[in-house]
């Protein structure tokens, strides 16, 4: 059975510190919806309703372009092992890029991750759990280092010719603003 909190609770956020990855859904009005997954040590509870999540370069760069025209986001964390439950957390989310002056405070809050490009700051309005008793259980083997690796390989010169040739605008063609300002 759902349940739903205008907050998180301390065993909630005993819930999010045990997971190992993540997804994170945005949309606009008239785009396709994005679901992403999220691993690495990335995500960050700042308050009972406020996390932040640094985001690392990938392939497309759909979030923020979804974020800075509609900040609706979603967070969902599944239990693969242990007792079975879901959690959803909804609410209104903001990119804050390397050039925002509240990047150096909340980047500070992260060890470096090779390839960092954004961090979500996301506001929370509805936490939500379910049974989540469908969801199959998974070992957890380690995290994949292959991300890191061409981050680091690329360098800062390298992922910022990326990010100018890839991460410019979403698949619906919204800008996502990353090269602003030199990024």
């Known amino acids: 059975m759902a349940m739903q909190y205008p907050a998180l609770t301390d065993r909630l956020i005993g819930f999010i510190a045990q997971q190992k990855m993540f997804f ?11 679901v992403s997954p999220k691993g690495m040590d990335s995500l960050r509870v700042l308050g009972p309703q406020r996390v932040a999540w640094l ?8 979030t923020a372009a979804h974020v800075q025209l509609s900040p609706r986001m979603t967070l969902m964390f599944c239990a693969f092992d242990g007792s079975p439950m879901i959690l959803r957390l909804y609410g209104q989310a903001r990119v804050v890029h390397r050039r ?4 150096p405070a909340l980047i500070a809050l992260f060890d470096p991750l090779p ?5 979500f ?4 309005d509805l936490v939500q759990t379910s049974c989540g008793t469908a969801v199959p259980r998974y070992d957890y083997a380690g995290d994949r280092d292959i991300l890191s690796d061409w981050a680091r390989k690329k360098g800062e010169h390298g992922i910022r010719q990326y990010w100018e040739e890839k991460n410019g605008e979403s698949i619906d063609g919204i800008a996502t603003h990353i090269m602003d300002l030199n990024g």
């Open 24 to 34: 994170v859904g945005t949309a606009t009005a008239d785009s396709r919806v994005n």
């Open 121 to 124: 700051d996301l506001t929370l």
């Open 100 to 103: 925002d002056a509240d990047w």
């Open 115 to 119: 390839g960092a490009r954004q961090i």
């Open 55 to 62: 985001n690392v370069t990938g392939s497309g760069n759909e």
